[in-house]
T-cell receptor, first 112, second 114 residues
Framework: DVKVTQSSRYLVKRTGEKVFLECVQDMDHENMFWYRQDPGLGLRLIYFSYDVKMKEKGDIPEGYSVSREKKERFSLILESASTNQTSMYLC???????????FGPGTRLLVL | AQSVTQPDIHITVSEGASLELRCNYS??????LFWYVQSPGQGLQLLLKYFSGDTLVQGIKGFEAEFKRSQSSFNLRKPSVHWSDAAEYFCAVGQSYNTDKLIFGTGTRLQVFP
């Protein structure tokens, strides 16, 4: 079974802190994604990556950056956390187009 | 631009009753369509997907969905709901040449009464 793991299920940070959210997949998938999920808004794509060291902006990249140094790991970085970044963050991976995206369990981030 | 509409925010059904969750999409070409389910505290799991061929698609857990091009719809159905089906359901659309970028609907929360 494909497994996508996220480093934390719950995280509490203060405004202005630098926050790292880690995602690891164990199926050698090329593509990885970061979404945020908010009530009434569904899932919105923040960033995605087709390969190591490659990244592309999604629909809401402002205030975020990403890092993909190894194929299995995709990190989401909040350079200076703000309260409006309080949300559920979901990581996903897939082999290529037309294939299922496999999701991690999510990280619920609270920024105070 | 692509978009997905799930008009029902919250649906409540009795266990054993039939279920239909609505999904409408906006996309010029042939879309690739997905239904995902999110149980409480969990990530999303794929229920089924449509790329081409038979417009009635069978998925896991007894779910099915029908692609109707004329109505721009991809509604999810189940003939008899179980209490364990209580969850949030998301419809998503991908571009026919690149499904890496999916557009998700806002979700429908299903509540099941015994």
């Amino acid at each position: 079974d494909v497994k996508v793991t996220q480093s934390s299920r719950y995280l509490v940070k203060r405004t202005g802190e630098k926050v790292f959210l880690e995602c690891v997949q164990d199926m050698d998938h090329e593509n990885m994604f970061w979404y945020r999920q908010d009530p009434g808004l569904g899932l919105r794509l923040i960033y995605f990556s087709y390969d190591v060291k490659m990244k592309e902006k999604g629909d809401i990249p402002e205030g975020y950056s990403v890092s993909r140094e190894k194929k299995e790991r995709f990190s989401l970085i909040l350079e200076s956390a703000s309260t409006n970044q309080t949300s559920m963050y979901l990581c996903a991976s897939t082999t290529d187009s037309q294939e299922t995206q496999y999701f991690g369990p999510g990280t619920r981030l609270l920024v105070l | 631009a692509q978009s997905v509409t799930q008009p029902d925010i919250h649906i409540t059904v009795s266990e054993g009753a039939s279920l239909e969750l609505r999904c409408n999409y906006s996309y010029g070409a042939t879309p690739y369509l997905f239904w995902y389910v999110q149980s409480p505290g969990q990530g999303l799991q794929l229920l089924l997907k449509y790329f081409s061929g038979d417009t009635l698609v069978q998925g896991i857990k007894g779910f099915e969905a029908e692609f109707k091009r004329s109505q721009s719809s991809f509604n999810l159905r189940k003939p008899s709901v179980h209490w364990s089906d209580a969850a949030e359901y998301f419809c998503a659309v991908g571009q026919s040449y690149n499904t890496d970028k999916l557009i998700f609907g806002t979700g429908t929360r299903l509540q099941v009464f015994p």
